[in-house]
């Protein structure tokens, strides 16, 4: 598997010819993007192209791409079996559809537009009933949280601002595998949220729902929420049997004081059990990139990198150096970008779920011993 991460201004490096590549863009280049998607597509014609717009990208030389405009955008140029993949585009409404299985057995990395409402169902369906195993992703983001409508993918020379996009992985040829991270204990009594409709939560044990949270954390103001600073644990009905420190993680989006109503990040539903999040130590913080380390010796490998636009709020210029020390964990080239919600499992052999303020690594690397043109 033959691979190279560029920026946009050192196409000349690419000396082999990719059959895939995968781009990502700070939302205020889409205009550059597709300037260096025809210059690609000119001298790869069969190539497939692959794009995702982010609030700020993440690749392994630095991992901020913010220097000079020309370097905004990054690509990471993929030499692997045409006959090993499929990319699919789906609406969350088609994704739904049943599909007849093919005999092919994928694993699959899913890029959404922005966030939907049957998010968290269209993963589930995936593994659950099209067998599509592991899931692995994240939600397009931009510059401004304000904004995260304007989130967009790309395909072969069109976006998209109301699709999911999967690169399917034919998992006999290659291993795509990945985990989630995230850095926050559960603390308190469990609370029921007792009213909720779509993304926002109405009441918790029968009480406007914000005034329950201002008793524990105090007030909320625009300033917390920009910064992401109040998380929460979300464990819905279906994933009852996961412990909260398991459960997907939930950030608040705004807040009505006069309502007294949340809105969040992802969809909730009443009777679901939440708890307070609390940040661990930086030291702790630390610690827990060891668990990455697992996948250094993988052959031929890649890595993506979702990082939460939370976490980056959290760390601010301390991010720099997580992510230095997230590169010598791994020691595999990565690439990846900063999102709205990300796709993956806090425990090994769990199925994938939607987080905010997590870091995802998803790795594709070669299987052993098997030929794939």
């Known amino acids: 598997m033959k691979q190279i991460i560029v920026t946009c201004s050192e196409f000349d490096k690419i000396g082999f010819i990719p059959t895939v590549i995968i781009g990502f863009y700070q939302s205020s280049m889409k205009v550059s993007f597709f300037e260096d998607y025809q210059k690609l597509k000119e001298r790869f014609p ?19 791409v913010f220097f000079e405009e020309k370097d905004l955008c990054v690509f990471l140029c993929l030499d692997i079996g045409k006959e090993a993949y499929q990319i699919e585009l789906h609406t969350p409404e088609s994704i739904m559809e049943k599909q007849e299985a093919n005999g092919v057995s994928y694993g699959a990395l899913m890029f959404s537009s922005r966030y939907f409402l049957s998010m968290e169902e269209i993963i589930v369906s995936l593994q659950k009933e ?26 072969n020379g069109k976006y998209y601002a109301d699709h999911i996009l999967l690169w399917l992985i034919d998992t006999k040829c290659y291993i795509l595998e990945g985990k989630s991270i995230h850095h926050f204990q559960p603390v308190g009594f469990d609370m029921e949220v007792t009213k909720a409709k779509d993304n926002i939560l109405y009441e918790i044990e029968n009480r406007p729902a914000l005034d329950v949270l201002e008793e524990i954390v105090g ?7 920009t910064s992401f600073d109040h998380p929460f644990f979300l464990k819905e009905k279906e994933n009852g049997k996961l ?23 992802r969809s909730v539903h009443e009777y679901a ?15 827990q990139l060891e668990a990455f380390s697992v996948f250094r010796k993988r052959k031929n490998a890649v890595a993506f990198i979702f990082n939460c636009v939370g976490i980056k709020a959290n760390l601010g210029l301390m991010e720099f150096v997580y992510l230095m020390d997230l590169k010598k964990k791994l020691q595999l080239p990565f690439i990846g970008f900063h999102s709205f919600g990300e796709i993956g499992s806090v425990d090994e052999g769990k199925y994938s779920v939607l987080h905010n303020q997590t870091i995802s690594v998803a790795i594709l690397s070669e299987r052993e011993g098997t030929v794939c043109n």
């Open 219 to 225: 007030d909320i103001t625009e300033e917390t929420i």
């Open 130 to 155: 099209k067998n599509i195993k592991p899931v692995l992703g994240a939600i397009a983001s931009v510059v401004s949280s304000s904004k995260m409508k304007d989130g967009m993918i790309f395909w």
């Open 273 to 287: 059990k939440l708890k307070i999040g609390v940040a661990r130590g930086r030291e702790e913080q630390e610690k």
């Open 46 to 64: 069969h190539v497939d192209i692959i794009g995702c717009s982010s609030e700020s990208n993440i690749y392994d030389f630095i991992p901020h």
């Open 243 to 265: 412990s909260f420190t398991s459960s997907p993680l939930c950030s608040i989006r705004a807040i009505d004081k006069k309502r007294g109503t949340v809105s969040l990040y």
